[in-house]
């Protein structure tokens, strides 16, 4: 048998979350749990049915997923010599408070008044359980015996509801995703011309080449007795690599005011319908069918699957709409993922290219605004939940006992900072995205006012030989109510921290 | 047009005094990184020609990585330094800041090492004048006053287009200019606006500029042959040091990353500064001083305002020798650089952007330094490592104390928007496409 490539991912060590959305199973649920007892939690991880990211034929019925934060890695006894490894922004956390402030998580959002993961109620791992639905509650109880009760206090059960691809507001989600370059066939190249949804390997699972051809910092061990069964670091064989086939975890939970926003642009549109519908859609960047609002390109962009449907929905960049005329700049969509690339424009010769990085080419305003997208890809594998509100029904008042709804937002990158943090602070929260000021995300923003810019409630509708649009006066659509870093470990490494603290 | 220039004070801190020192520097602020520009030491928000400031103390961690090259630590004094950008002369200036801030700079130069009560302040600063090797303005010619007005054009516009939208929002393009510029007319004649004229350029600094100008190109004619003859001997070594210099790649303490953020991120641009030790031998030298005083000419006579090559976030930033005013001091005794900037978003895209967009010019600066990520030709790969480059550069970065910026709230890119607005309204002929663009301005 040919012994396998270095780089080739041995799927069996990769969480499943990684590889699969687990959208089959239809139920879900996320156990943010504390460590009451250290050894026991030990001997919960090391039986735990995690499952791995192996194609299965038939498809698993059950999948269960674990991630730990730092502070829960600290209390299964991890060496602190091992934690400082990973990166600053997960030994620091999402709540410290120079983070909470980039990521807009402020005034009503502060994590102070969190649900979970604030200073008052921090959580040290989360097991999350996917199941069909007969299936569900056997598979919970089979997980959670008497050596579950004996290891964790309970900190709270996220529920989550499946409403069959559309998120709370009423549009569709989950359309653009990056593709995992998995056999690491993509070369890496220092100027992309070229939107693609392929990115590297490296981006989203630690121990391979990311975007920049290089690997991301994580914890490498000297070989001793203990972390024998992990697998050597690529680019340091002599080591012991903790993080590869593992990644970070992003976890928040997202409240959405689903009245509010869909009262909100039906006042705007005077009560007129079709024009409520066409400012929500130009909020979000799609339509609630999922489609963009800029035409249709005639090139797939590639790793957008097989789906004609996926395809055809990801079919486009922003490049035909310089304007902002057809997806207003400060759209949810255009601002996640502006689908630019590392280079404005193609230079035809290397003389023009010089130009342009000397910096002078064309002297447009918006000309290269932006950071380019490539190296600022997440993973999103996050639930809603809440029972659903059709948006012709969310223009009624709420009753009293209107339940909650709204997201567990869930990502995975390799490098949080660079990736889920940069999208969040200087795309999502920024009042001065892509030459815009006095915005912030018109969906997620919390519309706080910044020192020397007092409001930030603004969305402006661009259009072409007219004056735009301002629509003001933004209430806050999204409430942050809880949030962790966690750290997602290859099945070799789950088994290293099981082991950690037995001597 | 109204140069701008930039003044640094630089000076040894008395060991005994460093603690009330920064208790000093911590009065200044109403928080951690939020200065208050009212604050009885330096009255920062009188100043009608400053733009940005700070002062800090220059904690070098890193003063002992010259023993990965075999060297002993130097015994380095602390330094403090108070800095900024200003609109026309430095002496004017420097007699404005004794002026008015007399007793707070007493209270703070006294931390110093040689100053007197009695010293004369404008005199001691000057001879403590740290100049910088190189040095970067946004937007040459924009003063204080000029970015003031044209963003108080841009606060009246908006409210008009407020008010008046529902007209407007079904106006051509022409029309709605036409209108526009009227309102305009009304207002500053009525001076509830102002839009100063450009002043003349002062006649000294204009032929200083020009021989500037002129004269490095021709001492680079004169040295033409001898560069020729020596660029082989020059690329032979700088690649063999390239493949042997010391690798060093300590990452950087969380608890020195946590203090540096509490200070960042509390406004939409953030400064930076930072500092290290230049590698050993006289090639390290001289490629810093080559590439420093290329950056300072293109920076001053070849970039298009707004643009530092594709970086248009940059308000200011200078190189700056530290401990040795005259490069030929830095064969004998400093061999410390270090590098201040004024950047708008966050760090972590600040780093981004360097990286992707000017890291052949990040990699030539700062990779004479000790402990930056091996380069290759001197302008190839570096910081594109970019996990150890951020490392490396966190770890070099130094917390600053206090920092003031004149415009709270605005970016290098919303001062480009307001004056291009300004330049639109004043322009009588402008073609259709011009008056579209101008329009998606506002």
């Known amino acids: 048998m040919a012994r396998p490539a270095m780089n080739q991912v041995d799927y069996a060590d990769v969480q499943g979350l990684l590889r699969f959305g687990y959208k089959h199973m239809t139920q879900a649920r996320y156990a943010l749990l504390r460590i009451k007892n250290a050894a026991a939690a030990r001997a919960w991880l090391r039986t735990a049915p995690v499952s791995n990211a192996m194609l299965m034929n038939p498809p698993p019925t059950t999948a269960l997923q674990v991630a730990f934060t730092a502070p829960g890695l600290r209390a299964l006894g991890v060496a602190e010599s091992v934690i400082a490894g990973f990166s600053h922004a997960f030994r620091g956390g999402m709540t410290q408070e120079n983070r909470a402030r980039e990521l807009g998580d402020v005034a009503d959002n502060a994590p102070e008044y969190w649900h979970w993961g604030g200073p008052a109620n921090e959580v040290h791992l989360v097991v999350m359980f996917f199941a069909d639905p007969q299936a569900f509650d056997a598979f919970v109880q089979a997980s959670t015996g008497d050596v579950w009760n004996e290891a964790f206090a309970e900190a709270q059960w996220l529920h989550t509801e499946n409403l069959d691809g559309v998120e709370p507001f009423g549009f569709a989600d989950g359309i653009s995703q990056p593709q995992l370059d998995w056999e690491s066939q993509q070369q890496a190249a220092h100027i992309r011309y070229d939107y693609s949804n392929v990115v590297a390997l490296g981006e989203f699972l630690l121990g391979y080449c990311n975007e920049y051809g290089k690997l991301t910092d994580r914890p490498l061990l000297d070989p001793d007795a203990a972390n024998t069964d992990l697998l050597p670091a690529l680019d340091a064989p002599a080591k012991k690599d903790l993080g590869r086939n593992g990644t970070y975890l992003v976890m928040r939970q997202l409240e959405q005011d689903v009245r509010a926003f869909w009262q909100f642009v039906h006042r705007q549109a005077g009560g007129n319908e079709a024009e409520a519908q066409m400012l929500a859609a130009a909020m979000v960047g799609r339509t609630r069918a999922g489609d963009a609002l800029v035409p249709v390109q005639q090139q797939p962009i590639p790793g957008t699957g097989t789906n004609p449907e996926q395809i055809r929905q990801n079919q486009f960049t922003f490049d035909h709409d310089p304007s902002g005329a057809r997806c207003p700049f400060g759209a949810h969509v255009r601002r996640a993922n502006p689908r630019n690339t590392d280079f404005p424009g193609r230079p035809t010769s290397l003389l023009k290219k010089l130009i342009t990085v000397l910096g002078f080419g064309p002297q447009g305003f918006r000309d290269d605004l932006m950071s380019s997208v490539r190296f600022h890809r997440i993973l999103r594998r996050g639930r809603e939940y809440g029972c659903e509100l059709k948006p012709e029904d969310a223009l009624a008042p709420a009753p009293p006992d209107d339940p909650r709804r709204g997201l567990h937002f869930i990502c995975l990158n390799a490098n949080i900072a660079r990736q889920f943090e940069f999208i969040q602070n200087a795309w999502m929260a920024s009042s001065k995205f892509s030459g815009l000021t006095g915005e912030t995300d018109p969906l997620l923003g919390n519309h706080q006012p910044v020192p020397g810019c007092p409001v930030t409630s603004v969305f402006t509708v661009q259009r072409d030989n007219a004056l735009r649009q301002r629509v003001t006066g933004l209430p806050q659509f999204v409430m942050v109510r809880g949030g962790a870093y966690f750290f997602l470990p290859s099945l070799r490494a789950l088994r290293y921290i099981a082991r950690a603290g037995d001597q | ?442």
């Open chain 2, 1 to 442: 047009m109204t140069p701008q220039t930039q003044f640094m004070i630089l000076a040894p801190i008395m060991p005994a005094r460093e603690a009330e020192l920064r208790q000093l520097l911590a009065s200044m602020n109403h928080a951690p990184g939020r200065v208050n520009p009212d604050n009885t030491l330096i009255p920062f928000a009188q100043f009608d020609t400053l733009h940005v400031a700070r002062l800090l103390i220059l904690d070098d961690q890193t003063t002992a990585d010259v023993g990965v090259h075999g060297l002993p630590v130097p015994a380095y004094p602390l330094y403090f330094a108070l800095l900024g950008d200003i609109d026309g002369n430095e002496n004017a200036f420097l007699q404005e800041l004794a002026r008015r801030a007399a007793v707070g700079l007493s209270m703070l130069f006294s931390c110093c090492e040689g100053f007197t009560s009695t010293a004369d302040l404008v005199a001691w600063m000057k001879r403590h004048r740290s100049p910088a090797i190189a040095n970067y303005v946004n937007c040459r010619g924009r003063t204080l006053w000029q970015v003031r007005e044209e963003a108080a054009l841009r606060d009246a516009l908006e409210n008009y287009l407020t008010r008046h939208a529902s007209a407007l929002e079904k106006m051509p393009p022409r029309e709605i200019h036409a209108q526009l510029a009227a309102f305009i007319k009304e207002e500053t004649a009525i001076s509830r606006l102002m839009l100063s004229a450009e002043e003349p350029t002062p006649l000294g600094w204009w032929i200083k500029d020009t021989l500037h100008l002129i004269g490095l190109p021709v001492l680079l004619l004169l040295a033409l042959p001898l560069l020729i003859v020596a660029a082989p001997f020059y690329l032979l070594r700088l690649r063999q040091l390239e493949k042997t210099d010391p690798a060093l790649y300590p990452s950087v303490d969380q608890a020195w990353s946590d203090a540096l953020a509490l200070g960042e991120d509390h406004d939409v641009t953030n400064q930076f500064s930072a500092m290290g030790s230049l590698k050993p031998g006289l090639l390290r030298l001289l490629t810093t001083l080559g590439v420093l005083l290329t950056v300072n000419y293109a920076a001053r006579h070849l970039v298009r305002p707004g643009r530092l090559g594709r970086i248009r976030s940059i308000h200011f930033a200078r190189w700056v020798f530290i401990g040795g005013a005259k490069p030929w001091a830095l064969v004998k005794t400093a061999r410390r650089a270090a590098f201040f900037s004024n950047y708008d978003g966050s760090v972590e895209s600040y780093m981004d952007d360097f990286i992707n967009k000017a890291g052949f010019g990040l990699n030539a600066s700062f990779s004479n330094a000790i402990g930056y990520p091996r380069t290759n030709w001197l302008v190839l790969d570096g910081c594109a490592d970019e996990c150890k480059y951020k490392e490396y550069l966190r770890r070099h970065t130094l917390p600053t104390q206090v920092w003031y910026k004149a415009y709270p709230g605005l970016t290098a890119i919303d001062l480009e928007r307001n004056t291009r607005i300004r330049c639109g309204l004043e322009s009588a002929s402008m073609s259709n496409e011009e008056i579209s663009a101008w329009l998606a301005l506002l």
